[in-house]
Every structure is written in structure tokens, then in C-alpha cells.
T-cell receptor, first 114, second 110 residues
Framework: GAVVSQHPSWVICKSGTSVKIECRSL??????MFWYRQFPKQSLMLMAT?????????EQGVEKDKFLINHASLTLSTLTVTSAHPEDSSFYIC??????????FGPGTRLLVL | GQNIDQPTEMTATEGAIVQINCTYQ??????LFWYQQHAGEAPTFLSY????GLEEKGRFSSFLSRSKGYSYLLLKELQMKDSASYLC???????????FGAGTTVTVRA
């Protein structure tokens, strides 16, 4: 099946720093990627839709200036959490839209902000 | 928007069968997905239904009734490794975004 990678797998950072997370589709081209956030014992919440070569579309309540998304190529999208705070600590998961419009998920990035 | 309901928890015995129901209300339907998620890991794709009926894939089957806004995931011959959260997700007709249910935690006991 389709493979999506994420890097890093986990991050611990100090409050106020910025963290960049990469999402790559390894064996297919993905014009659309999605970024989700998942808090413990809760389901996935869509943060934004990332389209190659255009601006990301953010869900209601998600600050676009805080969560910067760049989709510069058909295989790479990045999410930068700017000026991270403890409340941003979460499990961030990306997915890429593949064959039959199925979404394939990356392994996730666990972020802990101290 | 989407409104997706599934049970919170289910427990079953190894070797048994478990059926996880999912009901949804949607303004535009373009397919229903089931994902498996083990604790601390990302979801993995299990099945996809866009037409009414049953899709069988090994020990897992998924059923869809669009008129009833209803789906179920059937897990047969349960194994300990099937203990996980199972997420029902509905895709929107207009923008292909997925909306997820809260997930059903299945615990398989020996």
C-alpha cells in the first residue's frame, strides 16, 4: 500500500520555540495532504488541507499564523508550529490523498512543549 | 457538516465476532472509511464503502446502507492484536475531507 512518512516522530521543545514537521508521500504523488491533531482519548480533528502550489485551507478555529503549512512539491508538505506553548502539545498526523481518493496516514509526530 | 456516532467501547473474547456500528448524518456523502488505530500510532486504512452492500476483506468486512446513514465493521475470528480503536470516517462530497467519529475501543480478552 501507499506509504507516508513523517519526521520527526517526536519532539520536546521549550515554550516559545517553533517546530517544523515534515510529511512525505514516498511512493506516490499527492496533490492534497491533510493535517490532523489528536488529543489523548479523542478522535482526529482536521486542522487544514494542504494543496500543492497553493495556500492551505484551514478549519474553523485553527490559527493560520500559528500553524504554517507549506506544500512545495507533490511529495512534501510541512507544518510549522510557531511559538509553541504547552497547550499545543498533541499528536500531529498528516495524511496524503492517494488512489481511489483514500487517505493514507503518516506515523504521526508527538509534540511536547515544556 | 457531518455528525458521526459510534459506540465508545466494546469487549469480546478471542476467536469471537464483534460488530461495530456507525451512524452518520451528512450534508453530502462521498464514501465511508474504517480505520484501525493502535494506541500511540497513526490510523491504518481498513475499508472503504461508497455503494450499498458488504465489502469483505479477510477477517474484516464493512457494510453500508446510504438510505439509513448506517455502516458497520465486522471483525471475525478475533485475535489479541485486534485490540485497538476503530474509527469510522465519512468523506464530504464537495471537498473530499474526512470527518471522524470518536472511535470505538475494542478490547479482546483471552
Amino acid at each position: 500500500g501507499a506509504v507516508v512518512s513523517q519526521h520527526p516522530s517526536w519532539v520536546i521543545c521549550k515554550s516559545g520555540t517553533s517546530v517544523k514537521i515534515e510529511c512525505r508521500s514516498l511512493d506516490f504523488q499527492a496533490t492534497t495532504m491533510f493535517w490532523y491533531r489528536q488529543f489523548p482519548k479523542q478522535s482526529l480533528m482536521l486542522m487544514a488541507t494542504s494543496n500543492e502550489g497553493s495556500k492551505a485551507t484551514y478549519e474553523q478555529g485553527v490559527e493560520k499564523d500559528k500553524f504554517l503549512i507549506n506544500h512545495a512539491s507533490l511529495t512534501l508538505s510541512t507544518l510549522t508550529v510557531t511559538s509553541a506553548h504547552p497547550e499545543d502539545s498533541s499528536f500531529y498526523i498528516c495524511s496524503a490523498r492517494g488512489r481511489r481518493e483514500t487517505q493514507y496516514f503518516g506515523p504521526g509526530t508527538r509534540l511536547l512543549v515544556l | 457538516g457531518q455528525n458521526i456516532d459510534q459506540p465508545t467501547e466494546m469487549t469480546a473474547t478471542e476467536g469471537a465476532i464483534v460488530q461495530i456500528n456507525c451512524t452518520y448524518q451528512t450534508s453530502g456523502f462521498n464514501g465511508l472509511f474504517w480505520y484501525q488505530q493502535h494506541a500511540g500510532e497513526a490510523p491504518t486504512f481498513l475499508s472503504y464503502n461508497v455503494l450499498d452492500g458488504l465489502e469483505e476483506k479477510g477477517r474484516f468486512s464493512s457494510f453500508l446502507s446510504r438510505s439509513k446513514g448506517y455502516s458497520y465493521l465486522l471483525l471475525k475470528e478475533l485475535q489479541m492484536k485486534d485490540s485497538a480503536s476503530y474509527l469510522c470516517a465519512v468523506r464530504d462530497l464537495n471537498d473530499y475531507k474526512l470527518s471522524f467519529g470518536a472511535g470505538t475501543t475494542v478490547t479482546v480478552r483471552a
